[in-house]
């Protein structure tokens, strides 16, 4: 179903409308692609091609710079400072990587903060002027206009959001979770972590959420975290040409990464309130390899980002100093004398998985042909704010008339936690129970549903609102909008489980056994939430954290396992559909289970572009310039005549490396001269990073041409290898252990036969017929 | 310092007593070893040996089925029921695995639930009968004859599971965390995940618990959950020699590793009540690859073990159903409203932090002293009974004088969590203070630290029993008892920080802003565990998952950080110190920083012994029987004829292969035959799985030894292999996230040059003047 779907509509999919214009996005299909691919023995072979180096391959196979440290000393020892790099150099290191943590956690929680300010002040703005309004025009009549002014304002909001998004950073729409999962995958998606891009983002956000769409703050705090991240590690913004000159040792992908994990984390400690969760976020969908000093940094960002948000919040909110208020959702204090469940509930709660699963794919598949409509259909920027504004005018309207022809009339207690009680046509002293549903934020919202005592709703009310509000969410996810699908999906779920709790009560008809209905509200939102996104672990730990309680660990636990299990059978989670509607090379953890059949030589690209030791310049322009091998790195071999034998790895070039020694010019032909020049440093390739210049920007002479370039001082002499025969699970876990990005294969006499990247991995995938080749965008 | 005593005690230290009658425990001291150390520049260079194969190599390099699976398939594919593995059956698999997890938590909770009951009603016995004793003394007179009952009771109780532990399972001493952690990181100790070892353990830990000694019986607990964990997944037990004849399919190392880790998270969350903690812990210790759904596995595990034993302790104490009690030990419930600190004390915090960092560190120094002295002086079995049942004899008595010298009386409130108050000489209504430190099993006294109002302790009594307890917890460490060192660290750490919170309310005077004295007491017990233990992420969740509350999770925290980096100025934690001791090839997170000037070649074992694709009999005999190459791992080569060059690589055959090759007798000449017999299956490699017969008890006779055997189809035919150039960073990363245990070195011709095992890279490390080989053991 969904194989045709994408071959279609792959060629007019593009994160951002940015990688065009960098020259690099040229097809890829070459003979020699072609004749890998009809070698290949399964139905679907055929396109699988990825946009172009700038949109994958982002983790370096080796920190290149001590190699190059490393094989540049045997000659000059004396010459570089950080070939000195002592122990009390990696002593100063290991403390400056965690200054930036600290400062990543305290950017993080700050942003946080003013998210959170913003929001509040402008939809506090907001709803007093339409509850003013509405109940100016409730006794006289005329309530149409309070309707009008309500959507006025909320696409008033929605398209300042969606013009900065759709016209000046497409990639800051949505949650930013598929892109950092992406990232952290290793697939590079181009302005992703951009400083323009936090900006919008944060803009965006704001915006979105003051005009009252179905949307959370929460998603886009992890995108925000790790662009802070990654802004503050590199010590400059390539965006502001302001380089500070500080942990320039930073400036390389294994690096950055790691502290985007850390930013990350910190988004979603900052978010939920929950640090752990956030370190467990950021393992599941980065880490491979596990390292006890990067998890702890990870922790010390989100410990130092909720602390943050809570100082300052705190402060914010009257009571300085009082530290105990959790992120930027607060589920309320599930009081420890009341939570309470008994063995006999658990059978229901899986059935509350279950259904969660079902409602969450059913999400899913809308949302999918909803994406794909839209990429079809409206991918012009002035289309894409206006069906923002279409939705967020809708969103109002179909408020609006819930309320209005809602009848269902709750009495105001003196304890009412309502922000803005809507009275409008109940008795005084009641209020109008749709109203706290719609006429609210949806996290106050879901806050309700966890917390009001029984009898605060309606089951007609509740059913209506899900119905309602699940629409409205599917048609939201996927504006050009920044917002995260979190808080929706919980609210969704904790409607039809408060739901589900009144009328089990109501069928045992005993009061005192299912008297919390807000334990399903909880229950309800976690399922619905894991049949959307299929986080595990992570999202358990989040949910625990958030309600600061362990009591409800195991039944969330086993809720989140059955959604998962029941949602898998469908669809896959909201964020893997998106990811694969892009068609980039996302690694999952493990290889296909029963590819074991598969060998490298199956895999691999072959035959291969390398270059001679020393290797004339004109053939290193010509290769790098060559759209049709646009390979990030090169094996470098001892003997090679085109078209012959290949010869025996000596080693492996990265194309950065290259364009650095064709733009300083190191040529053998120079070396006396260059002498007397400054040589070639560590500094240049970190100052290069992360934009390489193009090949076309270095202009090289006929002259230039001519001469040599002596490959043996900067390549990694010792890449890794693998023999022919490797099993295809082998390798899978060679690139996902190591991060690795291309892996040499050699025959049996060393010499190179092939290379395997990330897409030759990415493309197999286990369908319901078996091993299955991925049918990916030709862009 | 530490250097030359490992050097000299290291011939008398072994974990276990039983290594030697394996007869595999010969010196490895050859030639070629010395060869390769005189080829090194480093001053410390000398001996690294270990012990035998039996004590190290527990990882696979690959799964060696899945290879045998595939190069046997090209010739019999339809003979082999496992090679039609389809996708069903990985699915199959997964359930199983899922089936293992819940036993495993089951099991573990039900062990954890049995121990605290077994330990709550003999403590509570021996405390009644006590008391009762005192009781009636006091008022006569004659009180020396309570201290002998006392003293005697204790001793008797020690002596019952000392007895136990030192003359049927040795390794069952302490808390068997040192040893999960070998068995996590790759260091196969004998016995140490037998059945046997459990029941010592258990049995043991309630005697030395109900004994009085300065122990808990948490530590443990993960050493049982690691237990349960291997005797479940293989489905026998080859102690009872009963084979359930199920779940044979994970009867190899990584799989069994894993679910090793699940349980000893699960016991971890027992421990604590702490789920997420658990599986922290299992990753910090163990994983280096981590995979999300081993990790929603060993959280599954940790769930039902809390959730289990819950379940049976609320019935145990009559309130079946009430889920929310934590596990083995309690904190209390720190109440979310009184949880608050400020930001100004949080200097505060780091000083304790710091402070806990000196004490653990000198707890580890005279511990480290004192355990060599055990080494040399105390190694007959009956001699550490007596030791113990000294020790024993010692506390109470110590404990009896501190109660009677001490006269700190407090008024006996109503609401007093006190199980057994002693009125002795105080006034009617009132107890001894003291008492509730010393007369109460150590997990009662840490809680009434935590939550007991201000002025409930005097300062005196604090100070005197943090000295006292801290030289007894020191002593009693490393005695032949199966016992833990969390227990007691948290009660010296909160004792002192009690009175470091009522100094501080003293000082400043000011009563209200450091009302609670309890949460200084709280962070204390973090800084002194931390001191000792230096685990870091996981004890942060360890600590919040026991408390209940997040919101001393940032002190705690920067608490644990401070302890870990002013006690690591010191000497490392006591874990990792007896880890030492016991000279084992342990791999830590990363390579030593200063190390990338080493390759491959200079710490490879070379010259190689080598198989060739067809060997005779009677060499691959030799080989195995032959002491001074008792390598696990055998490179195959295309030709080699001894003493001249070496072979091109063509693949790896392990030991146990042989064996069992060797046992089922399958040789070329016998081919023919053989057709007529049953093949050797998949099944045989089980079966013999993990006690392979030593070579020794194989018979081959002199007819066989000219046959020849054909390794081709059970070698491993793509082994991991790296090029003589590596540096040490990239094989250390290789071994670390690939989980190796042996990588061949190849020279640019393919040829054999070298082997680099665990061991030949646990020898370096990084000392206070740069890169140091350590002198390790030889056994």
Request: proline residues 4%; contains cysteine; hydrophobic residues 45%.
């Given at each position: 179903m969904f194989k045709?779907d994408m ?166 729409a949505g949650s930013g979770i598929p892109q950092i999962k992406c ?25 979105s959420?003051?005009?009252?769409l179905a949307v959370g703050k929460e998603g886009p705090m992890i995108h ?44 979603v400690?900052?978010a939920f309130?929950a640090?752990?969760g956030?370190?467990l976020f950021?393992?599941e969908e ?43 959702i607060?589920f ?13 509930e658990i059978p229901l709660f899986i059935i509350m998985g279950a259904l969660g699963g079902m409602l969450g794919a059913l999400f899913n598949v809308i949302n999918y042909w909803l994406t794909i409509f839209r990429i ?15 939705v967020?005018?809708?969103t109002?309207?179909v ?38 549903a719609?006429?609210?934020?949806p996290e106050?919202s879901v806050r309700?549903l966890f ?11 509740l059913g209506v609102f899900t119905l309602v509000y699940f629409v409205l969410a599917v048609w939201t996810y996927g504006l050009?909008v920044?917002a995260g699908v979190f808080i929706p999906s919980l609210l969704i779920g904790a409607a039809w489980g408060r739901l589900f709790g009144i009328l089990l ?12 209905p807000g334990k399903y509200a909880l229950i309800g939102a976690a399922a619905q939430l894991g049949g959307i996104v299929r986080m595990t672990l992570s999202l358990t730990v989040i949910m625990v954290e958030a309600t600061?309680?362990?009591?409800y660990g195991f039944p969330i636990m086993l809720v989140l396992m059955t959604a998962k299990i029941v949602g898998d059978y469908f669809i896959e989670g909201l964020y893997d559909i998106h990811i694969k509607l892009q068609?980039?090379?996302f690694?999952h953890w ?175 995938h286990l369908g319901k ?11």
């Amino acid at each position: 179903m969904f194989k045709e779907d994408m071959a279609n509509i792959a060629k007019k999919v593009s994160w951002s409308s940015r990688g065009d214009d960098r020259g690099e996005r040229a097809p890829l299909l070459n003979g020699a692609e072609d004749g890998k691919h009809s070698n290949r023995q399964f139905s679907g072979g055929g396109m699988f091609h990825v946009g172009s180096r700038s949109t994958v391959d982002l983790e370096e196979e080796i920190t290149p710079e001590e190699d190059i440290v490393k094989s540049r000393l045997k000659e000059i020892p004396h010459n570089e400072k950080l070939l000195s790099l002592k122990y009390e150099g990696f002593r100063c290191l290991e403390i400056r990587r965690w200054v930036i943590c600290g400062l990543i956690g305290f950017l993080t929680g700050l942003i946080a903060c003013l998210i959170d300010i913003a929001v509040e002040e402008l939809a506090g703005y907001k709803y007093s002027a339409v509850k003013q309004n509405i109940e100016k025009f409730t006794e006289f009549g005329g309530l149409s206009i309070s309707l009008i002014l309500w959507a006025a304002l909320n696409s008033a909001f929605v398209m300042v959001g969606a013009i900065a998004v759709a016209f000046f950073e497409p990639i800051a729409a949505g949650s930013g979770i598929p892109q950092i999962k992406c990232y952290l995958n290793g697939v590079k998606i181009p302005c992703v972590v951009r400083l323009k891009t936090l900006a919008i983002k944060v803009f965006g956000v704001i915006c979105s959420v003051a005009g009252g769409l179905a949307v959370g703050k929460e998603g886009p705090m992890i995108h925000s975290g790790a662009v802070v991240a990654a802004g503050v590690s590199q010590g400059r913004s390539t965006s502001l040409k302001k380089d500070f000159k500080i942990f320039e040792y930073f400036r390389r992908d294994t690096e950055k990464r790691d502290f985007v994990s850390a930013g990350a984390a910190a988004g979603v400690s900052a978010a939920f309130g929950a640090p752990v969760g956030g370190v467990l976020f950021s393992l599941e969908e980065g880490a491979s390899f596990w390292n006890q000093m990067l998890t702890w940094r990870i922790f010390f960002a989100s410990m130092i980002s909720t602390f943050t948000l809570n100082f300052f919040l705190s402060i914010y909110h009257g009571k300085p100093g009082e530290l105990s208020s959790p992120g930027l959702i607060n589920f309320g204090r599930f009081d420890s004398d009341t939570v309470q469940y008994n063995l006999y509930e658990i059978p229901l709660f899986i059935i509350m998985g279950a259904l969660g699963g079902m409602l969450g794919a059913l999400f899913n598949v809308i949302n999918y042909w909803l994406t794909i409509f839209r990429i079809r259909y409206i991918h012009r920027p002035c289309l894409q704010v206006m069906e923002a504004m279409l939705v967020a005018a809708v969103t109002a309207t179909v408020a609006f008339a819930m309320i209005y022809f809602s009848n269902d009339c709750q009495p105001l207690g003196q304890d009412s936690t309502e922000e803005y009680p809507l009275q409008l046509f109940c008795a005084d002293g009641e209020y109008n129970s749709m109203a706290t549903a719609f006429f609210n934020t949806p996290e106050r919202s879901v806050r309700s549903l966890f917390h009001n005592p029984p009898g605060s709703y309606n089951p007609l009310t509740l059913g209506v609102f899900t119905l309602v509000y699940f629409v409205l969410a599917v048609w939201t996810y996927g504006l050009t909008v920044s917002a995260g699908v979190f808080i929706p999906s919980l609210l969704i779920g904790a409607a039809w489980g408060r739901l589900f709790g009144i009328l089990l009560s109501t069928i045992t008809s005993s009061q005192s056994i299912w008297a919390d209905p807000g334990k399903y509200a909880l229950i309800g939102a976690a399922a619905q939430l894991g049949g959307i996104v299929r986080m595990t672990l992570s999202l358990t730990v989040i949910m625990v954290e958030a309600t600061g309680n362990v009591t409800y660990g195991f039944p969330i636990m086993l809720v989140l396992m059955t959604a998962k299990i029941v949602g898998d059978y469908f669809i896959e989670g909201l964020y893997d559909i998106h990811i694969k509607l892009q068609s980039v090379p996302f690694l999952h953890w493990d290889a296909p289970p029963t590819s074991h059949w598969l060998t490298a030589r199956e895999v691999m690209s072959s035959p291969v572009t390398c270059f001679n030791r020393v290797e004339r310049v004109g053939r290193i322009v010509d290769v790098l310039s060559n759209t049709s091998t646009n390979h990030n790195g090169f094996p470098v071999v001892a003997h090679t005549t085109e078209n012959e034998e290949p010869g025996k790895i000596c080693g492996l070039i990265l194309r950065s490396q290259l364009i650095v020694l064709l733009k300083h010019k190191v040529f053998v032909e120079r070396a006396s001269s260059r002498l007397s020049q400054r040589r070639l440093q560590l500094k240049d390739f970190r100052d290069a990073y992360p934009r390489f210049p193009p090949i076309q920007s270095i202009h090289v002479s006929q002259d230039e041409r001519e001469c040599m370039m002596d490959l043996n001082e900067f390549m990694n002499p010792t890449p890794y290898t693998v023999p022919q025969e490797t099993s295809l699970p082998r390798v899978f876990k060679l690139f996902r252990a190591l991060g690795l990005r291309h892996l040499v294969v050699v025959d049996d006499e060393n010499r190179v036969v092939g290379l395997v990247t990330r897409k030759d991995l990415a493309r197999y995938h286990l369908g319901k017929d078996g091993l299955e080749e991925l049918q990916l965008a030709q862009t």
